[in-house]
């Protein structure tokens, strides 16, 4: 039941800070479920509920669990199964943990990451390729900045060897790199959906209650207002990737934040398994949050190139008009011709280079930078698209480079849990816990 005083996922009234718009409303989801919103006749009652049942949401559940161990926790996932955004399409690469400065939230969490989602995996008896990675470089000019890279790695305490050009092709035959490359041993593979399904199964066994089909629509006095009913909540914890900023803005903060998507494709190859051995990547842009077109050896050794990062014009732009939403393309349209005209960063350059890569052709040629003998011809089959829920912050229409958090004593919210939040996601979950922990004192 909704109650006098409630407020819509986007609190009534407030303006979108570029265009002065109204902010848009829910998303097609969101709106299709708001149609047919059960009225519970007393609402459950929880300590503490998670909205968003991505590798966040989970985990973060999962950790609530440890540390409060009679505590009612529910989560809440608006599609009919956890993992069915970033968390179960993205590149499966547990990252080691060097493109980050020591002072992120991403260096922070990502090498004791990478050690604790690898010893998950193998502890459930999931696939993992231990494959490592190679980061190349395509001429002089891109050296200071391989160097720069091992510099940040070494200040994270990774596991690092610049090797070589001969060194590099002892590791990976086809690999093509000047004068050297960065070798990461602790890089490996594995296969997202799988992990997410099982740690959904931990989180049930656990005792917490996962509502599926269960999409937030918006704040009330006493919890929040789903597609399957109300909840009362002691304290509400906003995980909801894609569209955090919105639950968010609901409970008062994100306000100088909008979440921007972009799209990543990614382009399998037919070659056999084991054409390739380890992880290629180019050396990155390090003033954009993109690693760039690469190769990624997957958990059952085949390998595929991307992912792209080319601007959607709707949150949840999967394929065609599939979850179209007019108000937000409308709003991110619009959004985007302000970054083309005055962005923070080389919005105009990125836009053009990525749109490029819808072609397969364009796509195949990039990686042939990275390696021997890759023929476009072996490369007609598209993967299964992600979506990065990447924050902009509008005052200075800037990308954010590292995980934002937001909270107070009644919800907290992870904005902005970009790669390598999957890698980071064990000891994250621990770090957000315990400021929610010093927000409830
Ligand atoms: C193309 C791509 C490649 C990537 N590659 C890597 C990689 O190799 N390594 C790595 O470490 N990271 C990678 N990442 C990043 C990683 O996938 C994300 O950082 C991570 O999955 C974020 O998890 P999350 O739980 O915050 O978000 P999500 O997985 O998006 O989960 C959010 C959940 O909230 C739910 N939700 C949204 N709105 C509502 C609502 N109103 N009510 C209820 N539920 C709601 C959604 O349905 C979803 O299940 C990649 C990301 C992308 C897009």
């Not at 290629?280 to 990624?296: Q, S």
């Not at 970054?339 to 280079?353: H, T």
């Not at 990275?370 to 011809?377: D, F, H, K, S, T």
Request: proline share 5%; glycine share 10%; aromatic share 8%.
């Amino acid at each position: 039941m909704v109650k006098p005083g409630s407020r819509g996922l986007n609190g009534a009234g407030r303006g979108n800070p570029l265009t002065g718009a109204p902010v848009n409303g829910a998303s097609p989801t969101i709106r299709r479920a708001s149609a047919a919103v059960p009225r519970a006749v007393k609402p459950d009652h929880f300590d503490f509920l998670v909205v968003g049942g991505g590798v966040i949401g989970i985990s973060v559940a999962r950790a609530l669990r440890r540390r409060h161990t009679s505590a009612r926790i529910c989560l809440l996932e608006k599609e009919s199964a956890p993992g069915a955004h970033a968390s179960g399409r993205n590149s499966g690469v547990l990252h080691a943990g060097f493109y980050y400065t020591a002072d992120s939230l991403k260096a922070r969490f990502c090498r004791e990451g990478n050690r604790e989602l690898r010893e998950y995996i193998l502890s459930r008896g999931l696939a993992l390729n231990p494959c490592g990675k190679l980061v190349v470089a395509k001429d002089a000019t891109e050296l200071p900045r391989l160097d720069e890279l091992l510099r940040r790695g070494t200040a994270n305490g990774v596991r690092l060897e610049m090797v070589d050009a001969a060194h590099a092709r002892r590791i990976e035959p086809r690999v093509r790199t000047h004068e050297r490359a960065l070798w990461s041993p602790d890089t490996a593979t594995a296969d997202p959906a799988e992990v997410i399904r099982s740690m959904r199964s931990d989180a049930e066994r656990e005792g917490i209650r996962i509502r599926c089909d269960a999409s937030y629509l918006g704040r009330t006095e006493e919890g929040v207002r789903s597609a399957a009913g109300e909840f009362r909540a002691g304290y509400v914890v906003n995980c909801a990737g894609l569209q955090a900023d919105r639950v968010a803005l609901d409970f008062g903060f994100s306000k100088d934040y909008r979440i921007l998507p972009f799209k990543g494709l990614y382009l399998y190859s037919d070659e056999e398994t084991g054409s390739f051995r380890t992880n290629i990547y180019p050396v990155p842009d390090l003033r954009n949050p993109f690693l760039g077109v690469h190769f990624t050896v997957t958990v059952d050794g085949h390998a595929k190139i991307g992912p792209t990062a080319i601007p959607a014009f709707w949150r949840e732009q999967y394929s065609g008009f599939d979850r179209f939403d007019a108000a937000e393309c409308l709003e991110i349209g619009w959004r985007d011709l302000g970054l083309l005209l005055f962005a923070g960063f080389d919005f105009r350059r990125l836009a053009y280079e990525e749109l490029r890569k819808y072609s397969r052709s364009h796509l195949a040629r990039l990686a042939s930078v990275l390696a021997e003998g890759v023929r476009p011809e072996n490369y007609r089959r598209w993967g299964k698209p992600g979506i990065r829920a990447q924050l902009m912050h509008l005052p200075t229409r800037k990308l954010e480079m590292d995980f934002v958090l937001q909270g107070d004593s009644r919800s907290f919210h992870v904005l902005n849990a970009v790669s390598p939040a999957w890698t980071c996601s064990l000891p994250f979950a621990e770090h957000i816990v315990d400021c929610i922990g010093h927000h409830r004192r």
